[in-house]
């Protein structure tokens, strides 16, 4: 899936993952990060958590994207908070940057909608962890399954029907990587709806103002499909959450 189509769906998004404002305002209740807390956030999108964060709590980090587009509205969001001397931003891939960055440097690490980036849930924790400070936080944001997809549902969804996990084994498989689940804000129907559904309008006006675009079609295809897989799976099928862990004592 071309992440272009991406950047042209979540134009007018300001977080790219299936929460709402309130959601991320819990879950920084939740974390009551204090003035100076260090955050580095992979797969940073429109920086919305980074830039929140600092104009509510003061906090001070580093947001990494791969998206040129993504990255510029993250800026220009620290800047119309008055954040930008606080929050900045690297162009990059996620995981090559972790490896780089200063280890033990970090209260918390976060990584919220895109676990590929160390190859799954696993291995992405794992490329956190060595970041984090004594006492720091991990925030992953990971998709799970509310029911065992049917073979059509997982085809639909891009998902290999052998590793669908309930939300039940998302936290066992998060134990077993070595953290304590210490709190999760999980999405709900109304904030997938917010995430997916809002696309569809935002592309209709792309489409209508682009028609001769080569990306036309296949935008118009990724739109049909993506909202015929929403409304017939992934309403039942998805759940998504962003959980809060710190790594277990030996
Ligand atoms: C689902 S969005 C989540 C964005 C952000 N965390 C949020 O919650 O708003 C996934 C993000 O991952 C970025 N991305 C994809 N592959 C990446 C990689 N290898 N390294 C860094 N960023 C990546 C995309 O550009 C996109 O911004």
């Given at each position: ?40 956030d992979?797969?940073c999108?429109?920086g919305?958590?980074l ?10 980090g580093t947001g990494v994207d ?8 993250a ?12 929050v900045g931003f690297a ?160």
């Amino acid at each position: 899936m071309s992440l272009r189509f991406h950047e042209i769906a979540e134009s007018r998004h300001r977080i790219l993952n299936p929460f709402t404002d309130d959601k991320l305002d819990t879950l920084g209740e939740i974390c009551r990060p204090g003035a100076g807390t260090r955050v580095l956030d992979l797969a940073c999108g429109k920086g919305e958590l980074l830039a929140r964060w600092s104009a509510r709590y003061g906090v001070q980090g580093t947001g990494v994207d791969i998206s040129d587009v993504f990255l510029d509205a993250a800026a220009a969001r620290a800047a119309e908070l008055g954040v930008s001397d606080r929050v900045g931003f690297a162009r990059a891939d996620a995981a090559e940057y972790a490896e780089g960055a200063e280890k033990g440097a970090y209260d918390v690490v976060s990584c919220m909608g895109a676990t590929w980036i160390g190859g799954g849930l696993a291995g992405t924790l794992d490329l956190m962890r060595p970041l984090l400070r004594e006492g720091g936080l991990i925030l992953v944001g990971e998709v799970f399954w509310n029911a065992v997809p049917t073979p059509e549902a997982a085809e639909a969804l891009h998902a290999d029907p052998e590793a669908c996990p309930s939300l039940a084994d998302t936290a066992e498989a998060m134990e077993a990587a070595g953290y304590d689940l210490l709190d999760m804000v999980l999405a709900n129907a109304d904030s997938w709806d917010r995430y997916v559904a809002s696309q569809w309008w935002t592309v209709s006006d792309w489409l209508r103002d682009n028609p001769g675009d080569p990306d036309a079609p296949g935008l118009r295809e990724f739109l049909r499909k993506g909202r015929r897989a929403h409304l017939e799976f992934g309403r039942r099928y998805l759940g998504w959450g962003v959980f809060v862990l710190r790594p277990s004592l030996p």
